[in-house]
């Protein structure tokens, strides 16, 4: 089966421009989370999908981070306006849902903040 | 609330040495366990899991059995090769939420 797709790889934008990240999840995985990972550090959690509605995004700053995942299949992240601390690692993971099934990741995209 | 708590390292051996990364885990309900591995430039790889008490996840070499009264979830591999080296993540699932530990980087030298 295909895996999590994420573009792009790479991105490099100076603070207060925005920035947004595609995810194609595992076809048939209803659930779909986007992590943050810095440098050394495992994944902190900004955001879970269950199909097209959020079930946690207790974790996003909000007031420059959205994310939105349209007809339950894609999801984009988007960030406005950038800040030197949001560099970082930003993971796309998708799961089948229930307490057994493993997360499965994309490759990520690695964003600078310059 | 949950939480994953993995040792610290960076975590330095020889080929064919013996490989024990410990994880201790809290959590209010029945979670399934998980050991992740995450390669240079690359997505975490899920390497094993269990589900319950007592299981043991096994892949590629690699052990880890469900301590409920330890509460505990170490990751072992007999022989360590250099195709090993990469970062371990511990990671608990409860109610479809996940909770990952901080990452063991480990390194095999020839």
């Known amino acids: 089966e295909a895996g999590v797709a994420q573009s792009p790889r790479y991105k490099i934008i100076e603070k207060r421009q925005s920035v947004a990240f595609w995810c194609n999840p595992i076809?048939?995985?209803?659930?779909l989370y986007w992590y943050q990972q810095i440098l050394g550090q495992g994944p902190k959690l900004l955001i879970q999908?269950?199909?097209?509605?959020?079930?946690?995004d207790s974790q996003l700053p909000k007031d420059r981070f959205s994310a939105e995942r349209l007809k339950g299949v894609d999801s984009t992240l988007k960030i406005q306006p950038a800040k030197l601390e949001d560099s970082a690692v930003y993971l796309c993971?998708?799961?089948?849902?229930?307490?057994?099934?493993?997360?499965?990741f994309g490759n990520g995209t690695r964003l600078t903040v310059t | 609330g949950d939480s994953v708590t993995q040792m610290e390292g960076p975590v330095t051996l020889s080929e064919e040495a013996f490989l024990t990364i410990n994880c201790t885990y809290t959590?209010?309900?029945?979670?399934?366990l998980f050991w992740y591995v995450q390669y240079p430039g690359e997505g975490l790889q899920l390497l094993l899991k269990?589900?319950?008490?007592?299981d043991k996840g096994s892949n590629k070499g690699f052990e880890a059995t469900y301590r409920k009264e330890t509460t505990s979830f170490h990751l072992e591999k007999g022989s360590v090769q250099v195709s090993d080296s990469a970062v371990y993540f511990c990671?608990?699932?409860?109610?479809?939420?996940?909770?990952f530990g901080t990452g063991t980087s480990l390194t095999v030298i020839p």
């Open positions: 959590a209010t309900g029945y979670p399934s």
């Open positions: 076809s048939g995985h209803a659930t």
């Open positions: 993971a998708s799961s089948l849902g229930g307490d057994s099934s493993p997360l499965h």
């Open positions: 269990a589900t319950k008490a007592d």
């Open positions: 999908f269950q199909n097209n509605g959020v079930v946690d």
């Open positions: 990671a608990l699932s409860d109610r479809d939420q996940f909770y």
